[in-house]
């Protein structure tokens, strides 16, 4: 037996059995892939007035998350494997849109992540004055990003089961707020369309509600390490998306039906001062800590869904085989877990606002290929088993697809001149780093996975 197959079949066989993810834990790492809490969901007031919020979380899960939610199932039962979006790319259309469509992916997601450390330190700051800024607040965004890397690395059961115990924590103000709320609430506040005096801002409010809701494909690139997966995930998502919405707007009606403030006061981090309006200021201190947790739960889980990608990107051959070695101690992809970290850190130096335009405009170029990927797969693949099937013909789908498309297009539309260059020179970097793997394997620079012409 050659070197070759022998590393192979460790590779495949590792010395200890992985804990799969079961069906509960699954339901909060989607959670905390997409929302982890209504934290973050302020700033629509502000932007729009209550009303428009209101309907922005109301509308948008039907136009963008169950349609999301939709392919995530139907394509990760029938292609489960770690890699998720990269798998249906690559299937559909080749190995250079697969590459492109991770690189996309990957770059979102730990820009993305880069804003949960710096999140927890706008909390702590609270409490902890020092860290408002200079080296205590660069040297705090470092220390919590390497710590919450090194949990990620303890494996997939501990951040699952880290983020049932998280979600439970980080909602339970927001119950016990919206309960308290009840008798405040003065119901045509709702159906108010916001101050006169204060400009709409429809940049910061559909990117808020993108932000929000967006990242529900993102478990895919951990298909491969669920238990049961064509019978876990449509269950997990269904759960997942009832779940998420209503973690956002129950919270939304109470405040804003049981507080009157000015509408500029509607920033990040409002419902905490809305807590201690209608409770006192235990309740805020609670929700502050919430917050804190909800930024480690969502660091967790968007963390594993970056490592994983890469580990599925090398079993595709677009990554070199490196970028699929598992610690001996954990199982988990260290390889992927360290690269994120060190981008991460990187970006999360960068302006917040920047942090999360940039990471919208990259994934809504991965959508589109996402959507279009579902579609073609649909027509180029119609007989392979899909054990979840969107009830849709080809017709169907591309309408499913077409609104959620046009509503990406509105956001990239929209960005800034700095979003526009950030995510250029991005997409140019990608590109280079195709023909650069592709080099590198044509002169043997670097071992690869060797990928059967049926797997493409």
Known sequence: MSMDVEQNL???????TPKKLTLIPLIFLIYFEVAG?????????QAAGPLIALLGFLLFPFIWSVPEALITAELSTAFPG????????????GPFVGSLMGSWKFLSGVINIAAFPVLCVDYLEKIIHPLESGWPRQISILMSTVILSFVNYTGLAIVGWGAVLLGLVSLSPFVIMSLVAIPKIQPHRWISLGQRSVKRDWNLFFNTLFWNLNFWDNVSTLAGEVDNPQKTFPRALLVAVVF???????????VIGAVSVDQNEWGSGFHADAAEMIAGKWLKVWIEVGAVLSAIGLFEAQLSACAYQLEGMADLSILPK??????????TPWVGILISTLITIGMSYMN???????????YSLGMLLEFASFVWLRRKLPA???PYRVPLRIP????????????????????????FLISGVMTVGAIGWYFLMNFCREKKLLEYSVVEDGER
């Open 352 to 362: 917040f606002t920047d942090i999360i335009s940039s990471a919208n405009f990259l």
């Open 396 to 419: 169907g789908l591309v309408l499913m697809c077409l609104i959620p498309s046009a509503f990406l297009v509105v956001i990239m539309v929209i960005a800034t001149k700095i979003v």
């Open 244 to 254: 998420t919405c209503l973690a956002y707007l129950v919270p939304l009606f109470a």
């Open 82 to 93: 770690n890699g998720g979006f990269v798998i249906w790319a690559e299937r559909a259309f």
């Open 37 to 45: 809490g209504p934290y973050g969901e302020e700033p629509a007031v």
């Open 384 to 386: 392979i088993k899909r």
């Open 10 to 16: 460790d590779h495949q066989s590792p010395p200890k």
């Open 322 to 331: 490196f970028f699929s070695s598992r610690s001996k101690w954990f199982n």
